[in-house]
């Protein structure tokens, strides 16, 4: 019964992460085709707080996605036997590579669409 609990927690939080990054990418798609390349390109180059949460983000979520894979990896070729303690900390690696994705969007919205 704990199993089932996880995974629903686990699939819910997916699906919730997912459309949220999915509405904010489509808002940003929409906002950049109708601005001046130079403005996009000054507002990220010009900062320095942006340029470094977005690389943190996107190394955090890559890094959670390798270890992720690397666990799954091991499990299949019997490194790592296949146990619920196993199978959490997987889910949890795979929900965290998809939430730092979805503020690496989330970020990019503010910088897109903030008004000045």
Do not use: C
Not at 102 to 115: D, G, R
């Amino acid at each position: 019964m704990d199993s089932l609990w996880l995974i629903s927690l686990k699939a819910g939080g997916s699906v919730v992460l997912g459309l949220t990054g999915l509405y904010l990418v489509i808002r940003i798609w929409i906002k950049w085709q109708k601005m001046d390349l130079d403005i996009i390109k000054a507002r990220v180059f010009l900062n320095r707080k942006f340029l470094m949460k977005n690389w943190q983000y996107t190394f955090l979520s890559g890094a959670f996605q390798a270890t992720h894979q690397f666990l799954d990896l091991s499990v299949s070729m019997n490194y790592v036997g296949k146990t619920r303690l196993i199978e959490t900390i997987s889910s949890f690696l795979e929900l965290m590579a998809l939430g730092f994705l979805v503020l690496l969007a989330f970020e990019w919205y503010v910088l897109i669409l903030e008004k000045k």
